[in-house]
């Protein structure tokens, strides 16, 4: 009765087998195939996915490969320890909710594939797979990962991106033949000090692609450890340290800031960028004024901006540290809306002022610009009451489209009403900026100096370059981190995108836009 019934069960799960699957399985059985792959193709009409392994398949010990790729499976069956002789397991993209320990008796395998399930746990006895080359548990739903896989030895490349890990374990740390390491798509905060121990690594993958989880801010100086490093993603991260200047050039860029901040020592600027924009009239040099000197008295006959004006704001940090700010005072008339684009620089806080009592200021144009010229630096709304006319902004429509949009500040800028509230959010978000406070060789800051007392209008690349090299810069790269740092603060202009402009280093910006007036606008 036990043979009738195990021959009945054996039958029914060959009826149960799609047909082209049951085909491959004899097929492999008949001339003692060493591959097998019963991947369902969606693409193919009327196509039937597995929810079990056939029992079949585990009668087929000599298989080396076996692929079950697009399936519904939900468990991998205790039989499968009957494929000792498997060294390739793909099983991605079911319904596998744990790996049991079961896994650990398959002691030849060396590609073990378990991306988009719907694991949770995984045994610790997966490491006893000591042959393991490449482990792929991405877009899965792990909390953790267990300690044991440390002691896979011969592991290349693991992937553990896409999951829900707030942290790894330190065991990955041993790890020393590992090249490539995918931990994006997870809530991690940091970058874990072990993964600076892996000294063959070659590829880190740490971005946000999908979700947005990842928040690393910093990277450490231990990077220089990782001499294999080639390849460095962080795309997505709201890194502060090195600037993002840097971190956007790749690995190489990041280790050199490094070496030269190892090499010639550390200082910091604490200085940062604000531009005053909106329409002619509205008030944008007044509140500019008023920012250097609250006592200053409104002109009847005030003239309006022409191109730009930059004026110096010093105050006192909290912590006692003096902040200076480089306000941008751009001319609002309609001539100058086609050189924003020149201006409007990243690392930036912007105030966008409105005047109340009439209806031309065009938020969305100015919330676009900011958003696509500036890297979405944050901005704040400032509505010029003049004679107290107060006028709605329909602000939570805007937040809901603009997520760089901070405040709506009321006030008169004739009476001061609302001034000191502006002054005290201005230096809050202004504060508040990314590069604040963030280490820089000594060399950047000499250099920053260096140009400050240059009186010209602006000077060549190589004159440039030759200020750096006295200043103890040796590689020409990093003079141009530099450049593209102070284009940033406001210090300087330099354009390296551009194949005409790269050759110059404009210090005077006022300069600068009568100049791209006259031959991008005007001119025919």
Not at 458 to 487: A, M, P, W
Request: proline fraction near 4%; hydrophobic fraction near 35%; glycine fraction near 4%.
């Amino acid at each position: 009765m036990a043979r009738e019934f195990k021959r009945f069960t054996e039958e029914r799960n060959m009826n149960n087998i799609p047909g082209h699957l049951l085909k491959k399985i004899q097929e492999a059985k008949k001339k003692q195939l060493k591959e097998l792959d019963l991947s369902c193709d969606w693409g193919t009409p009327n196509a039937q996915m597995l929810t079990i392994i056939p029992a079949e398949v585990f009668a087929l010990e000599q298989l080396e490969v076996l692929k079950v790729i697009n399936n519904r499976l939900t468990a991998i069956p205790d039989t499968i320890a009957q494929l000792h002789n498997l060294t390739s397991l793909n099983l991605s993209s079911n319904q596998l909710t744990e790996v049991l320990d079961t896994i650990g008796q398959l002691h030849d395998l060396m590609s073990l594939n378990l991306s988009s399930n719907k694991l949770t746990k995984v045994s610790d006895m997966i490491g006893q797979l000591q042959n393991l080359t490449s482990l792929n548990l991405s877009s899965n739903q792990l909390t953790e990962v267990p300690d044991t896989i440390g002691q896979l030895q011969n592991l290349t490349s693991l992937n553990l991106s896409s999951n829900r890990l707030t942290e790894v374990p330190d065991t990955i740390g041993q790890l020393q033949n590992l090249t490539q390491l995918f931990l994006y798509d997870n809530p991690i905060q940091s970058i874990p000090e072990l993964i600076y121990e892996l000294r063959s690594l070659i590829m880190l993958y740490l971005s946000n692609i999908r979700f947005g989880k990842n928040q690393i801010k910093k990277i450490s100086p231990k990077i220089l450890q990782l001499q294999n490093l080639t390849y460095l993603d962080l795309k997505g991260n709201p890194v502060e340290i090195p600037p993002p200047e840097v971190v956007n050039k790749g690995v190489e860029a990041i280790k050199n800031y490094f070496r030269q901040l190892e090499a010639k020592g550390q200082d910091y600027l604490y200085e940062a960028k604000l531009l005053i924009i909106g329409e002619g009239g509205a008030g944008k040099t007044t509140l500019a004024k008023k920012i250097e000197n609250p006592n200053y008295q409104l002109q009847e006959d005030e003239t309006s901006t022409e191109g730009i004006d930059v004026i110096q704001w010093h105050f006192p940090m909290e912590n006692g540290q003096p902040f200076r700010v480089n306000i941008w005072d751009f001319g609002g008339q309609e001539i100058y809306h086609a050189t924003h684009q020149f201006f409007l620089t990243k690392r930036s806080l912007y105030a966008l002022v409105a005047d109340t009592r009439k209806e031309d200021t065009d938020f969305y144009y100015w919330l676009n610009a900011v958003e696509l010229l500036s890297d979405n630096s944050p901005l704040v709304i400032i509505k010029n009451e003049k004679q107290d006319r107060h006028r709605e902004i329909n602000e939570r429509l805007l937040r809901g489209q603009f997520t760089n949009l901070k405040e709506t500040l009321p006030t008169n800028l004739a009476t001061n009403r609302g001034l000191s509230e502006i002054l005290q959010e201005i230096k809050h978000y202004i504060c508040q900026l990314p590069h604040i406070g963030a280490p820089l060789p000594k060399t950047w800051v000499k250099v920053r100096e260096a140009l400050e007392k240059d009186s010209r209008n602006h000077i060549s690349l190589e004159e440039y370059l030759d200020v750096c090299e006295k200043n103890d810069f040796t590689e020409r790269k990093d003079s141009l981190q530099l450049s593209g740092y102070l284009h940033d603060l406001g210090v300087c202009l330099h354009f390296q995108e551009d194949s005409l402009l790269k050759m110059t280093v404009i210090l005077k910006p006022k300069w600068a836009q009568t100049r791209f007036i006259k031959f991008w606008i005007i001119k025919p």
